[in-house]
Every structure is written in C-alpha cells, then in structure tokens.
C-alpha cells in the first residue's frame, strides 16, 4: 500500500508541474482532431485514409498559425503539446480504420 500511495505522489507532483497552458494546448488538439476527422469521414469513400490527412493537416495548420501569427512570441513546446493532443484521436481513428476490414 505504501508503494502505490509513493507513486500517485510521484504521479501527481509530475503532473502538477506542467504548465496550465500545456493542457490547454493538448486538449485543443485533440478537439480540433476530432472535428475534423467527423467532418472528413465522407471522404473516406474515395481513400480510406483521407480523413486523418485532413485531420493532421487541420491540427498542424491551427497549430503553426496560432503561434507564429497571433502569439507575439512562437514556442515550439505549444505546438508539440498541439499536435500530442491530435495524436489521441489519430490514434483511434488508426486502430479502428485497420480492423473495420
């Protein structure tokens, strides 16, 4: 029992150590993914993986763009944590596309 409660302690002051700006990064990401993989489903019909191109370019465009045109100073890190928020829908999106079939 001691050892559990050691590492949600670890576990917890890791995760409190990241900036607020970090997850808000990361969930914006992952709500852009989505949408766009929702609103590209109908391209699948002409190439399977058409979607999660849409999705990535979309993710990777708001991303860029955010940082280098609107924030006054761009920071790599808030792209990266961007595009970690995308990879959680991408991934879905990539196990489920290889075992519909």
């Known amino acids: 029992m001691w050892v559990l409660g050691n590492v949600?302690?670890?576990a917890i002051?890791?995760?409190t150590?990241?900036?607020k700006d970090r997850y808000q990064h990361f969930a914006v990401g992952a709500v852009i993914a989505s949408a766009a993989?929702?609103?590209a489903v109908p391209l699948g019909a002409w190439w399977r993986w058409c979607p999660l191109m849409v999705s990535m370019i979309a993710?990777?465009?708001?991303?860029?763009v955010k940082e280098r045109k609107i924030d006054p100073k761009a920071d790599?890190?808030?792209?990266l944590w961007t595009l970690a928020g995308g990879a959680v829908g991408w991934v879905v999106f990539i196990v489920f596309t290889l075992t519909a079939r």
């Open 17 to 19: 150590a990241i900036a």
């Open 59 to 64: 993710v990777l465009t708001a991303a860029v």
């Open 8 to 10: 949600v302690e670890h």
């Open 76 to 79: 790599m890190q808030d792209i």
């Open 13 to 15: 002051k890791a995760l």
């Open 37 to 39: 993989l929702i609103v």
